[in-house]
């Protein structure tokens, strides 16, 4: 039987665990990337320079990856409030998977870009 109450009690039984083997956040990471390096690729292909396509291509690429996030974030979510036992380990463990894919296609991704760009100054962009 399944134990009430929060996030904390919640079962991590083999459908919750497995879910972070299979998390699709690493797919919402994958394409959180891609989504970034499409948006820069077109700013660049506009004429902007290198520093000021990667602003911009961040800036577009934003909304869609927050957009895919939280959408994992609800539907965790609801089947947190909705499931019982397993599937509320699933819950937590998507929900983790999304909160992580969210933190790294944001700020780990262009922290790295960023530092990139400050020590070489590229003229280029290898797109």
Do not use: C
């Not at 974030?73 to 089947?79: I, R, S, T």
């Amino acid at each position: 039987m399944a134990p009430e109450g929060g996030a904390a009690n919640a079962l991590l039984e083999a459908v919750g665990t497995r879910t972070v083997a299979i998390d699709d956040g690493k797919l919402r990471s994958y394409e959180g990337g891609w989504q970034e390096y499409v948006r820069v690729r077109e700013e660049r292909r506009s004429g902007m320079t290198p520093q000021m396509a990667i602003q911009a291509g961040y800036e577009r690429a934003f909304g869609t990856i927050l957009d895919s996030h939280v959408t994992t974030l609800v539907a965790g979510a609801l089947m947190f409030w909705l499931g019982e036992g397993p599937i509320k380990g699933f819950a937590v463990t998507l929900s983790i998977g999304g909160l992580t894919s969210l933190f790294s296609a944001i700020l780990v991704t262009r922290l790295q870009i960023v530092t990139w760009l400050r020590r070489t100054r590229p003229k280029l962009i290898p797109i």
